[in-house]
């Protein structure tokens, strides 16, 4: 096991194991990046998702299944598509981001196949390795304040983790997911992830 895996997967232990809420000082929708934040994401991907039982009431159950990620860039990379597939849950999902060239800021969006609805975007943009991206959703009726984190652990090992505040104090981390770069001819199969 390499040690970029092993810190990879300690991390998502840790978050696991760990309280899910925690300060949610930050919040901004003033986050800039670059047009090139996503480039590395390009190609397939295998995913450890780890994804809270049950959002918004103090739950510390996870739930843990694999799924395959397949990332295209358009425009010279101010546009990015990625297909999620999750086969041991019988769903799919799809993100897509786009850059704004004036606000130097990513707005990224997901659609999931149980209802086909593009939810509503969070907004930001990369310093370094680490991005941060935020916006506001509902979560079954409750509003909620959405924060998207990504690491780029190396060129091979990605972090993400969403958390939602339902009190504009604290957070709730509810889910996370631990990326490793795959051969695409392996996993994907005209840019989306073989069936």
Known sequence: ???CLAMATAAATESATQPATSDASGYTTKRTGTAHDFEYFTGGWTIQQHRLKARGVGSTEWENFPATLCMSPYLGGMITVDELYVP????????????????HQWSIYWINSTDGEMGAPVVGGFDGN???FYGEDDDDGHPVKVRFRWNKIDHDHARWEQAFSYDDRTWE???TADFIRADT???CVDGRPKR
Not at 88 to 103: E, I, Q, S
């Open 88 to 103: 041991t849950k019988g769903w799919a999902g799809l993100t897509l981001r786009t850059f704004n060239l004036a606000k």
């Open 173 to 175: 981390t509810n889910w």
């Open 130 to 132: 680490r991005g941060e």
């Open 185 to 187: 001819a392996a996993v």
């Open 1 to 3: 096991m390499t040690m």
